[in-house]
């Protein structure tokens, strides 16, 4: 069965590329473009991993964050921040929220994502 992943990124294209990329290595991947779709679809879909940004129209990413916090069988849910937002206080604010990974989306490319992404669901 195909690992499930949700991209929550409100930049049509960078979502797209990157599900092309992930479904090309046998990812199921479902996207939303804002954070209040994205947190309805943690709940419904429970996938394996969640690429998110922080800059959302509906609904923030720490937004997003807090709610998983919240409730304990979302806790756990693996977390992926994929942003422009490269301040300390925001990276701590985001691992202590329970993220695992935190990149800038102008030090990766989609490949680089990709394989990031490989090395954490394997």
Avoid: C
Wanted: hydrophobic share 45%; aromatic share 4%.
């Amino acid at each position: 069965m195909a690992k499930k992943i949700l991209i929550i990124e409100d930049d049509p294209a960078l979502s797209e590329l990157l599900q092309k990329q992930l479904e090309a290595e046998g990812f199921e991947v479902f996207r939303s473009e804002d954070g209040e779709t994205g947190l309805r679809l943690i709940q419904e879909k429970r996938p394996d991993l969640v690429i998110l940004d922080l800059i959302l129209p509906k609904k923030h990413g720490f937004e997003i964050l807090e709610e998983l916090q919240k409730t304990q069988e979302l806790k756990s849910v693996h977390i992926m921040v994929l942003t422009n937002l490269e301040s300390r206080p925001e990276i701590e604010r985001a691992f202590s929220l329970g993220v695992k990974h935190y990149l800038v989306k102008a030090n990766y490319t989609v490949a680089e994502v990709a394989k990031r992404v490989q090395q954490l669901l394997a």
